[in-house]
């Protein structure tokens, strides 16, 4: 059967609502990218469907079965399937279209996946963890620092599908620089895979500088005068959020030197050596990140020497204070126990003399103690 017959046969999904209500949405569609909100006003997931050809934009067909059997037709061009958070239901259609591995369908429409790299025959299906910097005008102990989000990347001879999750990380400028440079476009989909890449590890850099910035303001508060009473809270809050990202950036180290050496089919080996760039700049967030985790540790080892020393202080002068109401106590309860023979019980100077006594004793506790540095 021809590729053309292929393509037909995969339309009889229409009759479960499947490939041609996603084709129509997307003919309407054709050439809007909607950031935010990412997903569609009429309740699609589809955001974008972009036929190239030698690094070019090309008119699309009327649905996405159009545009891909022109595409193929032509040999050379690709598909770029843009969608943000699909049901199962919209997108069974397209993984038939493009045969993408079960699988690869169900980590794409279920998210929550950690940073990876697979291949299912010619398709290689591609995890990357979006991260982003939430302004705030102050820390506080339940300030969220780091949002992070999904994109997973379905690359394969002419096509390539991005399915996004979460409220950031928009593709449209990126499509948008890329249009901008048709020589790097003309590469094909590894092209585009490189691009994501690159600026989902770029957005890493971004974050990882705005958070130091919290970190120092932190390291600031605790090494105040008063740091002793600086908000633990604060630190911990910015270690929580430093994991948030922590998780996002480590785990693609793997996946990126992959691209950058491993031989893939794919892959054009033009486009290795930008993964090797790539896969520099993940490895610089990576260590910034391990490093202000440190920093992190020591700041609250500090902060919890300070409240110690702290403490230690009040403890002294309490038990200075203690020291010396002592003296008076002790004379007092003495000469309060009232026995009839006591000496200088009846001595007119008895008085005089036992409050002096006392005066004496307070004054010089109270001297030791200054002088000693516990008062």
């Given at each position: 059967?021809?590729?053309?017959?292929?393509?037909?046969?995969?339309?009889?999904?229409?009759?479960?609502?499947?490939?041609?209500?996603?084709?129509?949405?997307?003919?309407?569609?054709?050439?809007?990218?909607?950031?935010?909100?990412?997903?569609?006003?009429?309740?699609?997931?589809?955001v974008n469907c972009v036929a190239y050809e030698e690094g070019a934009?090309?008119?699309?067909?009327?649905?996405?079965?159009?545009?891909?059997?022109r595409v193929r037709k032509a040999d050379g061009g690709f598909v770029?399937?843009?969608?943000?958070?699909?049901?199962?239901?919209?997108?069974?259609?397209?993984?038939?279209?493009?045969?993408?591995?079960?699988?690869?369908?169900?980590?794409?429409?279920?998210?929550?996946?950690?940073?990876?790299?697979?291949?299912?025959?010619?398709?290689?299906?591609?995890?990357?963890?979006?991260?982003?910097?939430?302004?705030?005008?102050?820390?506080?102990?339940?300030?969220?620092?780091?949002?992070?989000?999904?994109?997973?990347?379905?690359?394969?001879?002419?096509?390539?599908?991005?399915?996004?999750?979460?409220?950031?990380?928009?593709?449209?400028?990126?499509?948008?620089?890329?249009?901008?440079?048709?020589?790097?476009?003309?590469?094909?989909?590894?092209?585009?895979?490189?691009?994501?890449?690159?600026?989902?590890?770029?957005?890493?850099?971004?974050?990882?500088?705005?958070?130091?910035?919290?970190?120092?303001?932190?390291?600031?508060?605790?090494?105040?005068?008063?740091?002793?009473?600086?908000?633990?809270?604060?630190?911990?809050?910015?270690?929580?959020?430093?994991?948030?990202?922590?998780?996002?950036?480590?785990?693609?180290?793997?996946?990126?030197?992959?691209?950058?050496?491993?031989?893939?089919?794919?892959?054009?080996?033009?486009?290795?050596?930008?993964?090797?760039?790539?896969?520099?700049?993940?490895?610089?967030?990576?260590?910034?990140?391990?490093?202000?985790?440190?920093?992190?540790?020591?700041?609250?080892?500090?902060?919890?020497?300070?409240?110690?020393?702290?403490?230690?202080?009040?403890?002294?002068?309490?038990?200075?204070?203690?020291?010396?109401?002592?003296?008076?106590?002790?004379?007092?309860?003495?000469?309060?126990?009232?026995?009839?023979?006591?000496?200088?019980?009846?001595?007119?100077?008895?008085?005089?003399?036992?409050?002096?006594?006392?005066?004496?004793?307070?004054?010089?506790?109270?001297?030791g103690f200054k002088r000693n540095g516990w008062l």
């Amino acid at each position: 059967m021809s590729m053309a017959g292929n393509l037909r046969k995969v339309t009889g999904l229409s009759k479960v609502g499947g490939l041609r209500k996603v084709a129509r949405l997307t003919r309407r569609r054709a050439r809007v990218d909607l950031s935010h909100p990412a997903r569609s006003p009429l309740g699609s997931a589809v955001v974008n469907c972009v036929a190239y050809e030698e690094g070019a934009r090309v008119p699309a067909g009327r649905d996405l079965v159009e545009t891909v059997e022109r595409v193929r037709k032509a040999d050379g061009g690709f598909v770029w399937l843009g969608l943000h958070e699909p049901t199962e239901v919209e997108f069974a259609g397209i993984a038939e279209l493009f045969d993408l591995h079960p699988l690869a369908v169900e980590d794409a429409v279920d998210a929550h996946q950690r940073p990876k790299l697979e291949r299912y025959g010619d398709t290689l299906f591609a995890v990357f963890k979006t991260v982003c910097y939430v302004e705030h005008t102050e820390l506080t102990a339940t300030s969220e620092v780091v949002n992070t989000g999904e994109i997973m990347v379905f690359v394969g001879r002419d096509f390539v599908v991005t399915v996004r999750h979460g409220r950031h990380g928009s593709l449209g400028p990126l499509r948008e620089e890329l249009e901008a440079n048709p020589q790097q476009l003309s590469k094909g989909p590894a092209a585009v895979l490189h691009a994501i890449a690159d600026h989902v590890v770029d957005d890493y850099l971004n974050v990882t500088a705005s958070v130091q910035e919290d970190i120092d303001e932190v390291e600031t508060a605790v090494f105040a005068a008063d740091g002793a009473r600086a908000d633990p809270g604060h630190i911990y809050q910015l270690k929580r959020e430093l994991l948030e990202l922590k998780r996002a950036v480590v785990p693609l180290g793997r996946p990126i030197m992959d691209l950058a050496t491993r031989p893939i089919r794919v892959i054009d080996p033009e486009i290795q050596a930008y993964f090797r760039d790539v896969s520099d700049h993940q490895l610089r967030a990576a260590e910034q990140i391990a490093a202000f985790d440190e920093l992190l540790n020591s700041i609250l080892q500090a902060h919890l020497a300070q409240v110690s020393v702290a403490q230690n202080e009040d403890m002294r002068k309490i038990t200075a204070w203690a020291a010396l109401i002592a003296v008076p106590t002790m004379v007092c309860g003495v000469y309060g126990m009232n026995f009839e023979h006591m000496p200088e019980l009846h001595w007119k100077f008895g008085y005089p003399l036992a409050v002096g006594v006392i005066a004496v004793a307070c004054f010089t506790l109270y001297r030791g103690f200054k002088r000693n540095g516990w008062l």
